[in-house]
């Protein structure tokens, strides 16, 4: 057989048939479950009497609307408790494990799979919700997917698909001080735009994403879909095996033997040929920061706020004048000259143990500024915040005035309590910065959790690399 | 599903790039359990000047004038026209669906997000690419003429401006033919149960983790 890209070995393990015209039917492991997408696909469920074709491949949280703080008084807001609610019941009916509110396991569902071995390399991982791509840290091939196709995933484990094409990214180099998994995600962003990778699975390659660690890949892969690409992915090696050994959803003993030894087959072949590359100097990266209202719009702590009128292209420019307006930022001003009024740490993208530690390791011994009204760090899941406990980082981050809270999207999106007033300017460490993203009329400034506890400190954005 | 084959609608120009789907449809929305009911917020922060919450009376909220849907122009249009990049961000069906309640059921643009893309068709709406410049006369086609209207035939896979100009489109085939027909996807895909069951067989015997 000539040489195969990991996608291709991903897709031809998952495909049951195929039409001429290409329109496959792929076969779809682990079907992961929150409670925003998932009602009116079992409400189509029940409506025409069908039951899910295997419920042991499903694994449900709530994590959009839960609160995170005060939990013991459940949730506040009727319509947000009744989607939960909905959740839990759905869940019982059709027999599907669900880490409910109350459980240590509960958390962000990209956070959770992961954390639970239910993200297994060579799978084929689906979920109502775009950041799925974050699960392709596992090489596996993982995706969002609307509402529609949840209900067609329920009622018979596959999936309708066209094949991608596929693009490599391969990042080399080694990183410079205060520059993350982030920083890279955003500056492949900068470089390709928010379409760059539209109709592509990209797959993350080379000696600088072969160093990060399991948190930071996810992190890429997370942000794949702000570059357009459903599916981001990474090979497998033994940083993945490490990651995953003894988890509970996680084969076990002889099984265990077994499965690593397919799963080093994961990979793309030397010789595979991709539909297009994009070469990364690792060590050309700064710390990055958004300045608009979509993730392309970055530049890094060194760099300004661009002026509309020297884009050339129309489109561009006033795009470009629009999201000066709505972030209420003048042309030219320097990043680290922009002040804020609140920090989120958190979400799917940047709420794991190992972005809690890097955060915490800034915010050690020092003060949120008397600018900042609210810096709150959101832990990605239950077992993320216990670990941080048994590591003492609550501690760091209470005293230096950050909130610490429970796990859940929080001000990611706001669509529970945590949300940004009109015109408040945010830190955070989450993945849009779509105009009303974090509340309506809030701006965003996307940041690394290192670049978040640092203008949380500092009241304005600083090069955490020089502190 | 609702079927599409052809139909002659108003058009409405909505000239901005990457417009997302928190745009299209704000997250406060997306709380409700139904898939229906949510045409009244389809745009719901650049429609309104206040802040809108699921469950109120959209009649007595603050009309923005200036945003283009709300001009009286364009009630009742059928046809979106669109830039670069439509329907980009979250994977919400939400936001299809909120297009297709509102009344539309045609949105043309030189490049959609693959989610969004894919979403529309699982709910009678038609997503047409077309190439950058065919957009731009469009808009332009548009913005001169009052009461502009595209017809636009799916079987055929043309557009038909009002002076008679046809402009040839492209869709996949199945697609195609579910919309054509009003398919459920599902129900299609269950003719192939012995295939999906043999598939599956092999696959867990495999990998008996799984
Ligand atoms: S943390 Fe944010 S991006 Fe991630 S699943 Fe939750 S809302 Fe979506």
């Known amino acids: 057989m000539s040489a195969q890209t990991l996608y291709d070995k991903l897709w031809n393990s998952h495909l049951v048939r195929q039409d ?177 990778g539209t109709g592509y699975a990209i797959e993350f390659a080379g000696s600088t994403v072969r160093n990060l660690s399991m948190e930071g890949r996810m992190t890429l892969c997370n942000m794949a879909i702000e570059a357009g690409a459903r599916a981001g992915m990474i090979a497998a090696d033994d940083t993945t095996f490490a990651y995953l050994k ?68 129309a489109v561009k420019r006033e795009g470009a004048e629009r999201a000066l307006a709505y972030m209420g930022l003048k042309a030219n001003t320097p990043i680290n000259e922009i002040s804020i009024d609140k920090v989120f740490i958190g979400s799917c993208t940047n709420g794991r143990i190992e972005d809690m530690r890097a955060a915490a390791a800034v915010a050690r011994g020092k003060q949120v500024a008397p600018n900042v009204m609210l810096a709150m760090v959101v832990p ?71 670049m978040a506890a640092a203008a949380a400190i500092a009241g304005h954005f600083v090069d955490v690399s020089k502190i | 599903m609702e079927k599409f084959t052809k139909i002659n609608g108003l058009v409405v120009p909505l000239d901005r790039a990457n417009v997302d789907t928190d745009a299209i449809i704000p997250k406060q929305f997306l709380k409700s359990i139904k898939r229906s009911g949510f045409g009244p917020n389809a745009f719901d922060e650049w429609r309104y000047l206040d802040h809108g919450e699921p469950g109120m009376d959209n009649s007595k909220r603050l009309i923005n004038k200036e945003f283009v849907l709300n001009q009286p122009r364009y009630q009742g249009a059928q046809v979106l026209l669109a830039r670069e990049n439509f329907g980009c961000g979250s994977s919400r069906e939400h936001a299809p669906w909120a297009l297709e309640d509102y009344g539309f059921r045609v949105i043309i643009a030189p490049s959609f997000a693959d989610i969004f893309f894919n979403n529309c068709f ?85 990998q008996p983790w799984l």
């Open chain 1, 246 to 313: 003894g988890r509970p959803f996680a084969p076990q003993g002889e099984q265990w033997e077994q499965a690593v030894a397919g799963w080093r087959d994961l990979h793309s072949d030397a010789e595979a040929v991709f539909d297009a590359t994009l070469e990364i100097d690792a060590a050309a990266i700064r710390p990055q920061v958004t300045w608009g209202t979509s993730p392309e719009m970055v530049t890094s702590i060194d760099g300004r706020v661009p002026d509309p009128l020297a884009i050339t292209d």
């Open chain 2, 122 to 206: 699982k709910n009678g709406l038609l997503p047409i690419k077309l190439p950058t410049d065919t957009v731009e006369a469009l808009f332009k086609a548009e913005a001169a003429n009052a009461g502009f209207k595209l017809a636009i035939d799916l079987e055929a896979q043309t557009i038909t401006q009002p002076d008679g100009t046809v402009y040839a489109f492209e869709v996949d085939s199945f697609r195609r033919h579910c919309l054509l027909n009003g398919l459920d996807d599902i129900g299609l895909t269950l003719q192939h149960l012995d295939e999906i069951k043999a598939f599956e067989a092999r696959h867990r015997a495999a």
């Open chain 1, 380 to 450: 990605g899941s239950g077992l993320v915040k216990q670990q941080a406990e048994a590591e003492g980082l609550d501690k760091i981050f209470i005293a230096a005035g950050f909130e610490w809270r429970d796990p859940g999207c929080s001000m990611c999106l706001a669509m529970n309590d945590d949300k940004l007033a009109a015109g408040e300017r945010c830190a955070s460490t989450s993945n849009r910065n779509f105009e009303g993203r974090q509340g309506q009329g809030g701006r965003t400034h996307l940041v690394s959790p290192e």
């Open chain 1, 20 to 196: 001429a015209d290409g329109t496959a039917l792929i076969y779809i492991d682990r079907q992961l479950v929150h409670e925003v997408t998932s009602p009116q696909a079992f409400e189509g469920l029940r409506l025409a009497h069908r039951l899910p074709w295997r419920s042991a491949s499903m694994l449900a949280v709530p994590d959009h609307n839960v609160p995170t703080a005060n939990r013991a008084a459940g949730i506040a807001d009727p319509i947000s408790r009744l989607q939960v609610e909905t959740l839990d019941a759905n869940c019982k009916e059709f027999g599907i494990t669900e880490f409910k509110m109350g459980d240590i396991r509960q958390g962000v569902v990209h956070v959770i799979g992961p954390e639970q071995g239910a993200t297994l390399p060579g799978m084929t991982v689906v979920c109502g919700d775009s950041h799925t791509s974050t699960h392709g840290a596992f090489a596996a091939l993982a995706h969002g997917i609307g509402t529609s196709e949840v209900e067609h995933v329920m009622a018979t484990q596959c999936l309708v698909a066209k094949k991608s094409r596929a693009m490599l990214v391969n990042v080399e180099g080694v990183l410079g001080k205060g520059v993350t998994a982030k920083d890279i995600a955003l500056a492949v962003i900068g470089q390709i735009g928010t379409a760059g």
